[in-house]
């Protein structure tokens, strides 16, 4: 079983920065890779990045160049730093771990882009 907590959610204005955290527990030895995912109101949940424990990386268009994953085996955290930031990122942020047979997802953190 693996628990995934997400934090670092909140209010930032256009163009501010926000730094998600998403801590693992449990059986976390086998996960692939892990990552983000937004959901906004109304709409389908959407790939944001991606990271394995090798450190590849992979982003949404939507993101490239504004946003960075990263992640601390050791610590078992997969962070999302989130530079310029506009009113089209504001969505709920899930972390993500995918094992080879399952998929576990955070309760997600609110994230809102407002002047």
């Known amino acids: 079983q693996v628990q995934l907590v997400e934090s670092g959610g909140g209010l930032v204005q256009p163009g501010g920065s926000l730094k998600l955290s998403c801590a693992a527990s449990?059986?976390?030895?086998?996960?692939?890779?892990m990552g983000w995912h937004r959901q906004a109101p109304g709409k389908q949940r959407e790939l944001v990045a991606t990271?394995?424990?090798?450190?590849?990386?992979n982003y949404a268009d939507s993101v490239k160049g504004r946003f960075t994953i990263s992640r601390d085996n050791a610590k078992n955290t997969v962070y999302l730093q989130m530079n310029s930031l506009k009113p089209e990122d504001t969505a709920v942020y899930y972390c993500n771990a995918q094992k080879v047979l399952s998929n576990h997802w955070g309760q997600g953190t609110q994230v809102t882009v407002s002047s």
């Open positions: 449990g059986n976390i030895f086998s996960i692939i890779h």
């Open positions: 990271i394995t424990r090798g450190g590849d990386t």
